[in-house]
């Protein structure tokens, strides 16, 4: 099945929120994950961190999705974009060489806890 990557960045209204703003809308975010493990779907997320370990530089998320209008509709439903707390792009993934990360992060979304 195809994998789908989101890039998400905070729009300058939620980057001015305070650190404990923005956290109910986070916590929000990770519940809406996690359900969507529990229904079965095959998905991870998390965000970016600076050369220093700063974060400020967006998340990253990725889904299995039988299609691009499938992966759409699913993310439509995040909390941090149905909100409009983000600017966000989608686009479908073509691994082509490498590791294969597909298994590794299956495996991984597989695992309880």
Known sequence: MPWFVKHETFTPETAALSVEQRRSHLE??????????????????????????????????????????????????????????????????IPVAGSPLMAILSAASARPG
């Open 28 to 93: 929000a975010h990770r519940a809406w994950v996690e359900e969507q493990l529990e229904s079965g779907t095959v998905i991870t997320t998390g965000f970016l961190v600076d050369g220093k370990g700063l974060p400020g530089g967006g998340g990253l998320l990725m889904v299995e999705a039988e299609s691009y209008a499938q992966a759409l509709a699913l993310l439509r439903g995040d909390p941090m974009i149905a909100r409009g707390l983000v600017d966000w792009t989608l686009q479908q993934w």
